[in-house]
């Protein structure tokens, strides 16, 4: 069984003990009460030039713990100071130690679009995401099959959500265009081993359709890093570790604003 296989057997289990005390009728019923409004991360993506998605993360299968104090909200106030496009919090208890709790201290304390980044394996998901404030969800094509992407993603229209339908695979791809995703992540890493193989976005660009947005995960480093995937035309890149262990972070979202051919200037340097 892979680290993903595990991942998804224990988001099932939790999201069927959530099921019991709060079905997904009743928070069906609470969202269609709320303003719909319009999805705000897919055009925080569309911007000129390539747009970063800062991600909280207290830790990760890979790397184990990243961020041991973790002080969440500074790292979310330093990443919109900072100018960053749109905000992705971990809430996988398990293996990234994160929870909605967190993501709603979050969504309080920011008005940057958020995507609640966990492993989407029910609908029921998607309603608690709305809930919690979210503008976007994560949905992983190696997790879903054409069919369930499909309706997912009518799901999270009728909701106001976007979503980032992440794939590893020219497959993968394949199966998230045909189910109509608007956002598409080619994702750096291996979610069956954890590897990162840092060509995987330039070798599948190709596969990403016109008018569908191309953002990379993974594996960023650098801002040679950055640079090189503006080269390939990427529309937004997913950064999660590099920043999380940076002592400043502004700092570097400049240095990354930079590299990408843009220039965000924060409070500090007016």
């Known amino acids: 069984m892979t680290i993903l296989d ?33 999805p ?27 961020s041991p104090d973790f002080p969440y909200l500074e790292i979310a106030r330093d990443y919109e100071a900072g100018g960053a496009d749109a905000v992705s919090c971990l809430t996988e208890p398990e293996w990234f130690l994160g929870s909605d709790e967190i993501f709603a201290d979050v969504r309080r304390e920011i008005g940057t679009p958020m995507l609640r980044k966990d492993f989407t394996v ?7 995401a709305r809930l919690l404030g979210a503008d ?9 099959n054409t069919k369930t992407l499909s309706r997912y993603l009518e799901i999270c229209d009728s909701l106001g959500l976007d979503a980032l339908v992440e794939a590893h695979t020219e497959d993968e791809i394949a199966s998230a265009v045909e189910a109509g995703a608007r956002i598409i992540g080619v994702n750096n890493r291996n979610l069956k081993d954890f590897t990162v193989d840092f060509s995987n976005a330039s070798r599948l660009r190709s596969l990403i359709p016109s008018g569908v947005v191309y953002v990379a995960e993974s594996g960023v480093k650098s801002p040679e890093d950055v640079h090189a995937l503006s080269e390939i035309g990427a529309d937004a890149a997913l ?6 262990k940076s002592a400043d972070r502004k700092k570097i979202l400049a240095e990354l604003y930079r590299a990408a051919g843009k220039k965000f200037t924060t409070d500090d340097e007016n």
């Open 122 to 128: 029910d609908e029921y998901q998607l309603y608690e």
């Open 136 to 144: 976007a969800v994560l949905l992983i094509s190696s997790l879903l």
């Open 40 to 66: 705000k991360f897919r055009d925080a993506l569309c911007k000129d030039g390539l747009s970063f998605i800062c991600e909280v993360k207290r830790a990760s299968p890979s790397r184990g713990m990243i």
């Open 239 to 244: 950064i999660g570790e590099y920043l999380m």
């Open 6 to 38: 595990k991942i998804a057997e224990r988001t099932f289990a939790r999201v069927a003990e959530r099921k019991l005390a709060h079905p997904t009728d009743e928070l069906a019923e609470k969202c269609a009460v709320l303003c719909r409004g319009e």
